[in-house]
């Protein structure tokens, strides 16, 4: 299986910035489109942005300009740069991966166990 790893959740002020980090771990896959989720209390889950192995990025709409995803392909990591946070960016984000083992041409997807961010006073 390949597991995923988040980590740089935390508390931070409005308008702060935050960077969460997640790992892929494993041997013998290849990790494709990797992404963000998050979700808040009482809320669906929802898309943050997404990365394709390439370097090309897709965000929600309401987060462009604010949050930024990057991947270093030879760490099998994907980043998420968060700045001018506010309270509504408050949830558990998640990393998501799609991967496929050397032997099989199945897509697999793979989620991380979240992180809190908490934007607060």
């Known amino acids: 299986q390949v597991q995923l790893v988040e980590s740089g959740g935390g508390l931070v002020q409005p308008g702060g910035s935050l960077r969460l980090s997640c790992a892929a771990s494993g041997s013998g896959f290849s990790i494709g489109v990797m992404g963000w989720y998050r979700q808040a209390p009482g809320k669906e889950r929802e898309l943050v942005a997404t990365i394709t192995a390439g370097g090309s990025t897709n965000y929600a709409e309401s987060l462009k300009g604010r949050f930024t995803c990057s991947r270093d392909n030879a760490k099998n990591t994907v980043y998420l740069q968060m700045s001018s946070l506010k309270p509504e960016d408050t949830a558990v984000y998640y990393c998501?991966?799609?991967?496929?083992?050397?032997?099989?041409?199945?897509?697999?997807?793979?989620w991380g166990q979240g992180t809190q961010v908490t934007v607060s006073l």
């Open positions: 998501k991966a799609e991967y496929r083992y050397s032997f099989s041409s199945l897509i697999r997807n793979s």
